[in-house]
């Protein structure tokens, strides 16, 4: 009986995340975090939120190592590429749970390149700070390429 009732509810929770919410860019910006703690962006005024990346590089190279790194990520999927906007979803290991990671590029000066982002789980309250340690991985993976 717990084994047919475990498997109605990933039956159930694995349908929910099919859809993507509503995401992109609005005044130049990506959307704002829910209130839910399943949820990490660049510039949150929380103290969950991480600083955006900087990179001393134009846009179109610090797309390119964006790129580059998303790729060796495992259970990537890119599902949008459109000029500055990056949209990827990421798949847990244990149940595919998919999370929605959008990356926003912008030229700050001469040659520097602000990435603002924002990493989100589809459902569930809190993700156990999975999306923060994402994306600290991924800022880690920048800090050790040599910028090009």
Partial sequence: MKKRYLLLCVAALSGCTTTAPTLG???GMLLP???????VASGNTSEEGLNPIR????????KKQLLKIINTLPRTTLR????????????????GFVDDVEFLLSPEGDNTTRIDFRSA??????DLGAN?????????LF???PTQ
């Fill in 25 to 27: 860019v609005k005044n």
């Fill in 33 to 39: 975090c829910p209130s839910t703690p399943n949820c």
């Fill in 55 to 62: 990179l001393d590089v134009s846009p179109t190279v610090a």
């Fill in 80 to 95: 949008e590429q459109n000029g500055d906007y990056i949209r990827v979803e990421f798949e847990t290991a244990l149940l």
């Fill in 121 to 126: 789980s589809r459902i569930g309250y809190s």
């Fill in 132 to 140: 923060k340690a994402r994306m600290e991985e991924i800022m880690a």
């Fill in 143 to 145: 800090a050790q390429r």
